[in-house]
């Protein structure tokens, strides 16, 4: 069983930062790409940022120069770090990751965290 756990959301003031966390445990082989979406209410899932195990980055567009995602391969983790924060970003926060569980060793599947709320206010 596989699971992800995010940590880091809260509330904060515009202009201020916060650092999502999100921990992969389990039976795990091997992790590939990792990301984080985030989501208002009535509105679609939409990507922040994600990073593959070859460390190739991609944000939104609303995001860049303000969010930095990175991980840490031995930890099975991967942060984003949330600069500059406007109240445009407020959204439940959701961790991703493209996950090999054994017994396979090459066939990825999609594994979701539970959400995490970040509040920006003006």
């Known amino acids: 069983q596989v699971q992800l756990v995010e940590s880091g959301g809260g509330l904060v003031q515009a202009g201020g930062s916060l650092r999502l966390s999100c921990a992969a445990s389990g039976s795990i082989f091997r992790i590939n790409a990792m990301g984080w979406y985030r989501q208002t209410p009535g509105n679609q899932r939409e990507l922040v940022a994600t990073i593959t195990s070859g460390v190739s980055i991609n944000y939104a567009d609303s995001v860049k120069g303000r969010f930095t995602i990175s991980r840490d391969n031995a930890k099975n983790t991967v942060y984003l770090q949330m600069n500059s924060l406007m109240p445009e970003d407020t959204a439940v926060y959701y961790c991703?990751?493209?996950?090999?569980?054994?017994?396979?060793?090459?066939?990825?599947?999609?594994?979701w965290g539970q959400g995490t709320q970040v509040t920006v206010s003006s």
């Open positions: 991703n990751a493209d996950i090999v569980v054994p017994p396979s060793t090459w066939i990825p599947y999609q594994y």
